[in-house]
């Protein structure tokens, strides 16, 4: 894999007008490397980690990207953590920094891996990356998902995946 990189993003079916069908072919068992790779940083609200402000939080920071002209729909992804019951934070992949937001960079190797299933299993599928991280002799320090699809998407399509990333 490229320092900066990510798999390729297949966006080219979207029979729901709102997120392209995933295509999980690729992001399974990858090893990430990132050199300050560029990200906008931006938190959402939760109630017991169910996000209240995530429309609108992602809304003005996808805005953003796409006025600047740092949006690229092939390496369109955000990395999103809970950081509490109350709050999660979310980093916007970018090519530039976007004014008006927080930019932040991330550095070292991650590794991923695929899964499929209701956003309510995150915390089974955050305990998986760990065991991963372990398997190869190394600490999952952050684990991080990419979620794929809208819970609408999701439902459209019959599948929901979710990527994790763990920064190992």
Known sequence: MHTN????????????GCCPRFKPEGWDNQRLHFKNKKFVRATTRSAMHIPWN???????????IEDAGAADLATEIVLSRDTSPWEAE????????????????????????????????AKDFSHDMEVAATAMGKTAKRVFFIYTTCPKCAKAYGENYMVGVAEV
């Not at 990189?5 to 729901?16: G, I, L, M």
């Not at 995530?54 to 920071?61: A, D, E, H, L, S």
């Not at 004014?99 to 956003?119: A, H, K, N, Q």
């Open 5 to 16: 990189a990510f798999p390729e993003n297949d966006v080219s079916e979207n029979t729901t």
């Open 54 to 64: 995530m429309g609108q939080v992602f809304t003005r920071v996808q805005e953003h």
């Open 90 to 121: 979310h980093f916007f992949a970018v090519t530039k920094d976007i004014e008006g937001e927080d930019m932040t960079t991330l550095s070292g190797d991650f590794i991923t891996r695929v899964f499929e299933g209701p956003y309510r299993k």
